[in-house]
């Protein structure tokens, strides 16, 4: 290993981190937010009791929270702890880092000012997250989290109870402060890790060994998911990676890694395996996987 590659792979770690660390911050304090001024009784009355209903509404919620992915998996657990049924919840944590406002627009430059671009990926993104999260909502009875039911139990009575007095103002944002800097510390940590592997894939896997995979639709998306995973760039700026590979891959496989990379990469799956059970974080990245070709394969049969 050579002092040019010992500092490619710094500059890639360093400058992922320093790219994430806003958004975790961002991620943090609305789930603070949430935990201190949220009642359980209002996400109880907000959310339509019907299974697709709440799915379609988990859906939806993104656009007016603008979080990439690097935070987006505590502010989920924040509110399926509130009440939101998982289903929701996830379907918000599939689509929340693709359909807001902020990611929407960079697409939108990024394609040279292309609407349609920007269409195809909002579209997948919403139909790859409802179908995953329906399924999920099968397969899943009970809330799949690391900590245990006694302890999610005594967390969830303890903060009703403090919402049930009347508290100030100020000691409440205290409240949040406190909970982002435990909430801070506690996902850093995955982060930290995640862009390191990121790094050194980009770094050590040449990225013409998979370009030269993308012959056919199939193995062009497959080959789109892998990069999407591997590199694990934040939402606001993947569209400007994957503009640079129109003249190389369809827009279908395009439309893979743009939907997939914000759903599942590497910083937000050692994130998630911080938070949920293995067996339902893999069981997420199969179903994502596969909804996401079938869906880049049909884009590419509509758009070419």
């Not at 990611?103 to 579209?123: K, P």
């Not at 937000?268 to 938070?275: A, E, K, S």
Request: with cysteine.
């Amino acid at each position: 290993m050579t002092w040019t590659t010992l500092y490619q792979l710094n500059t890639i770690f360093i400058s992922m981190v320093m790219e994430a660390i806003p958004f975790v911050l961002v991620g943090v304090l609305i789930s603070g937010l949430i935990q201190t001024f949220v009642k359980d009784q209002w996400i109880a009355r907000i959310m339509p009791k019907n299974r697709f209903l709440a799915t379609i509404f988990g859906c939806g919620i993104g656009i007016f929270f603008p979080s990439c992915e690097c935070g987006i998996v505590p502010i989920t657990k924040r509110l399926i702890n509130k009440g939101m049924p998982l289903h929701a919840g996830i379907a918000f944590m599939l689509t929340g880092p693709i359909i807001n406002p902020i990611v929407l627009f960079s697409t939108y430059i990024a394609f040279g000012n292309d609407w349609e671009m920007v269409g195809i990926r909002a579209g997948l993104a919403i139909a790859v997250a409802f179908s995953v999260s329906i399924i999920v909502s099968f397969l899943f009875k009970d809330l799949p989290f690391r900590i245990q039911d006694g302890q999610a139990a005594a967390a969830h009575e303890h903060a009703s109870s403090i919402a049930s007095v009347r508290i100030p103002v100020r000691k409440r944002l205290y409240e949040v402060i406190v909970h982002a800097v435990d909430e801070f510390f506690s996902v850093g940590k995955y982060l930290v890790l995640g862009a390191f592997i990121a790094a050194c894939m980009q770094t050590f896997v040449p990225t013409s060994y998979l370009l030269h995979l993308g012959s056919n639709p199939v193995t062009s998306s497959l080959v789109m998911i892998a990069l999407a995973f591997l590199i694990s760039l934040c939402s606001e700026a993947d569209a400007f990676i994957a503009a640079s590979f129109r003249s190389t891959f369809t827009v279908g496989s395009l439309s893979a890694f743009l939907v997939f990379g914000p759903m599942i990469d590497i910083k937000n799956t050692l994130m998630l395996l911080g938070t949920y059970r293995s067996k339902f974080v893999f069981t997420l990245i199969a179903l994502v996987t596969v909804f996401t070709l079938l869906g880049s394969l049909l884009v590419w049969r509509l758009f070419g």
